[in-house]
């Protein structure tokens, strides 16, 4: 079987969950390629070492530019902070290689559309991780929303909301720093836009309002630094075809640690779906006996039945955030071998990053903004 040699650019959290994920798509699902761990690269090779060996990567590496170009390469995922990955997306195009990037693209839309400009120059395959299109559930819900089900989509409301930065203690990071790609829009507001498009429909026009409530942070070392992006945001949104809807986020939104969900209704029906109960999608579909007609919860987790049910543990047994990333990257190894699995690429990624651009021009303009197509 053909072997997919990786390199990887990031040590932190999502470069744990990607290289868990490559190592179980390859266990649990029966690929046409075999991910092969390459090279793992930090701002270090001491940073990435012990990243290396717990999940048997076969080198470490400190110089993402070494590393891209190799001919021992096919694939390089950006696990990074986001303010680097538009250079390491345009480096392993150029190079030829294909690319996994992790959400978002790039710090704004113009720096997404120079990632596209090179992906599509070198024709290379790309994914962007929108995992949480990989959710069973909201699997589920797309093809409830896609197959007429719940007949043309009214309204929606989707929110994204957490409270680590609750704690003006929290340290300064560059989560925190407008020009590498911080603030909730992008780190957040990402997914929820992303959902919208792949639920609903491309998002045409946008007004929102935005607010920062901690001013300053001090780093690790205690020196103060002024914060620059939103703390929260919410917008409302008009999608092509005539839907309206809202999306809220906030990382200081106390007593939420990950609350992120949505509820779409459409002339014939509605779909809700919440994080904390990821495997259950709530429908309502009133063409029933109006004795029993009202909401129903699924568990998608059947077996036969179920998106990815199939390769788990049966039903009623529960999967989780990590398997989303194992969904995904699968999908895409799929790709490279020429299979038609659908994932979402670089143009997915620009087309999110110009719809935050819009929320953050309405919001400091306070008016209605039209979306830019790439
Ligand atoms: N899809 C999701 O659900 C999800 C969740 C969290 C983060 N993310 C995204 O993943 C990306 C990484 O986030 P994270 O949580 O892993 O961040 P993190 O801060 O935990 O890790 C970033 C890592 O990159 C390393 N790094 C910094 N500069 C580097 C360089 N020049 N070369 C190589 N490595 C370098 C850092 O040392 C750190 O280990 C971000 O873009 C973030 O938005 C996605």
Known sequence: ??????????????????????????????????????????????????????????????????????????????????ALHCDVVRAAAEAGKAVVCEKPLAVDGAQALRALDAVTRARVPSAVIFNYRYVPAVRLAHDLLHEGRLGDVRHFSARFLQDWLSDPARPMSWRLRRSEGGGVLLDLGVHLVDLVRHLIGEIDAVAASSRGFVSQRE????VVHGVDVEDAAAALL??????????????????????????ITGSRGAVRWDFQSMNDLDVYLPDESPLLEGWRRVSVTRPGAHPWAQAWWGGGHPIGFEETFVHELAAF????????????????GVRAQLVLDGIQTAARERRWVSVGRP
């Not at 780093?219 to 205690?222: A, K, V, Y």
């Not at 075809?241 to 986020?249: I, R």
């Not at 190894?333 to 997915?348: H, I, K, Q, S």
Request: charged share 25%; with cysteine; aromatic share 6%.
């Open 238 to 263: 008009e999608v092509g075809g005539g839907a309206t809807g809202t999306l809220q986020v906030s990382r200081l939104a106390a007593g939420n640690r990950c609350a992120s969900g949505f509820e």
């Open 333 to 348: 190894l799929r790709r490279l071998a020429g299979e038609t699995d659908e994932v979402p690429a670089v143009e997915d």
């Open 1 to 82: 079987m053909r072997a997919v040699r990786i390199a990887m650019v990031g040590t932190g959290r999502m470069a744990r969950a990607h290289s868990q994920a490559y190592l179980t798509a390859a266990r649990f699902f029966d690929l046409p390629v075999r991910p092969h761990l390459k090279v793992v690269c930090g701002r270090s090779v001491e940073r990435a070492e012990p990243l290396a060996q717990a999940f048997e990567w076969e080198e470490a590496a400190g110089d993402w530019r070494q590393v891209v170009g190799r001919d021992d390469v096919d694939l390089v995922d950006v696990v990074a902070p986001t």
């Open 219 to 222: 780093d690790p070392t205690g």
